[in-house]
């Protein structure tokens, strides 16, 4: 009889410590959970960002995901590995912006435009025939002597004026004025 009872006393024993160990890990695991999701809606608003600025940036975008690999550092737990993989995730989504193709397209773009404005600047506004002449060289430079290498090798796909060593330099400067550790381009284009 007093067998029964000492088997009853352990089953309710390792009942209640059960019990106990599966509210513990729910405990950690909310707890982890709502660690991490602040984390990341810190983190995700910041990549957000990312999608709406004027002026891209390769420097800002991995600063912006070594501020999250920062961040979520402080992400532990069982929680932690699903909001260590969305990190990967977006990084790997963003890399199709960030990518040669599309990132080289989008600053031809502002630096077209940025030629272009200056051409008609120092022609109409401040006559400056030297300033003039250096944005319709810089403009040729960039946008049509590419161009004719690419027809001049019957290829559509031929290299970019970025991919050269003036235009990896031309890039380097652009990146520096746009963002650097002391200001960033896109804050003040709205002041402006």
Not at 104 to 117: D, E, K, N, R, W
Request: proline fraction near 4%.
């Amino acid at each position: 009889c007093t067998c029964t009872q000492d088997d009853a006393k352990k089953t309710s024993f390792l009942t209640s410590v059960q019990a106990s160990i599966k509210a513990a890990e729910d405990a950690n695991f909310r707890a982890s959970h709502n660690t991490c999701a602040k984390l990341w809606s810190g983190c995700s608003a910041s990549l957000s960002k990312l999608h709406k600025v004027k002026f891209p940036s390769r420097r800002r975008y991995w600063a912006r995901m070594a501020g999250c690999n920062a961040s979520l550092e402080r992400c532990v737990g069982p929680a932690a590995s699903g909001y260590h993989d969305r990190l990967q995730e977006t990084a790997g989504s963003a890399k199709g912006q960030y990518g040669s193709t599309e990132f080289f397209g989008q600053v031809s773009h502002l630096f077209t435009l940025a030629c272009i404005t200056g051409i008609l600047v120092f022609r109409y506004l401040f006559t400056m025939p030297l300033a003039e002449g250096l944005c319709w060289a810089a403009l040729i430079l960039v946008e049509v002597v590419p161009r004719l290498a690419a027809i001049s090798q019957f290829s559509p796909n031929g290299p970019t004026f970025w991919e050269s060593p003036a235009g990896q330099r031309v890039l380097e400067i652009y990146e520096v004025a746009v963002y650097n550790a002391y200001y960033d381009a896109d804050d003040w284009i709205y002041i402006l």
